[in-house]
Antibody, heavy 118, light 108 residues
Framework: QVQLQESGPGLLRPSQTLSLTCTVS??????????WTWIRQHSGKGLEWIGN???????HYNPSLRGRVTISIDASKNQLSLTLSSVTAADTAVYYC??????????WGQGTTVTVSS | EIVLTQSPGTLSLSPGERATLSCRAS???????LAWYQQKPGQAPRLLIY???NRASGIPDRFSGSGSGADFALTISRLEPVDFAVYFC?????????FGQGTKVEVK
């Protein structure tokens, strides 16, 4: 059974860079046919798609993040990563990683809370 | 971007009743690439339906999705106690992928 686990700093100061990791277990992140994605949720309400990537391919991002975001894969560690620069309080959210396959977004991590505050 | 509007915001029903949730898109959803999720407090969303009407693995058949174009619905035929939660729709036919604001199904 595929499982995803997000990790990273829970608290950041404004203007810092957020770096999150999603560790994949039970499957190889290099397996063909899957996209890997990041999604965030503000205050337990609205969900926002951040972007996608797949092994050996390009990444696609939400234009709303204005070039601040990078999603990449570290195959040697079987991990997905998210980097978001110049964070503000508006980036405070629960961040989820997910797997997109034939049944679309069928596997989610449990989420990690990120707070941006001075 | 495609805006998804879910209605109603809150649905108050009793166990055993039928629930019908609506998701309306600001423009047609390409290839009916629409998904429904269930979310309970403190948990990640759980995929129920993909491609508008296909149940995800392990999802009970009391959940069904319907619709096409810009109008979609999720129906729960007979509510069980575990079904009281928040439900989101998501379109993935056009980038950026977008979500509805959610419908809360609560116990009446």
């Amino acid at each position: 059974q595929v499982q995803l686990q997000e990790s990273g700093p829970g608290l950041l100061r404004p203007s810092q860079t957020l770096s999150l990791t999603c560790t994949v277990s039970g499957a190889s992140i290099t397996s063909g046919g899957y996209y890997w994605t990041w999604i965030r949720q503000h205050s337990g309400k609205g969900l926002e798609w951040i972007g996608n990537t797949y092994y050996g391919g390009s990444s696609h991002y939400n234009p709303s993040l204005r070039g601040r975001v990078t999603i990449s894969i570290d195959a040697s560690k079987n991990q997905l990563s998210l980097t978001l620069s110049s964070v503000t309080a508006a980036d405070t959210a629960v961040y989820y990683c997910g797997r997109v396959g034939i049944q679309f977004l069928d596997v989610w991590g449990q989420g990690t809370t990120v707070t941006v505050s001075s | 971007e495609i805006v998804l509007t879910q209605s109603p915001g809150t649905l108050s029903l009793s166990p055993g009743e039928r629930a019908t949730l609506s998701c309306r898109a600001s423009q047609s959803v390409s290839s009916n690439f629409l998904a429904w999720y269930q979310q309970k407090p403190g948990q990640a969303p759980r995929l129920l339906i993909y491609d508008a009407s296909n149940r995800a693995s392990g999802i009970p058949d009391r959940f069904s999705g319907s619709g096409s174009g810009a109008d979609f619905a999720l129906t729960i035929s007979r509510l069980e106690p575990v079904d009281f939660a928040v439900y989101f729709c998501q379109q993935y036919g056009t980038s950026p992928w977008t979500f509805g604001q959610g419908t809360k199904v609560e116990v009446k």
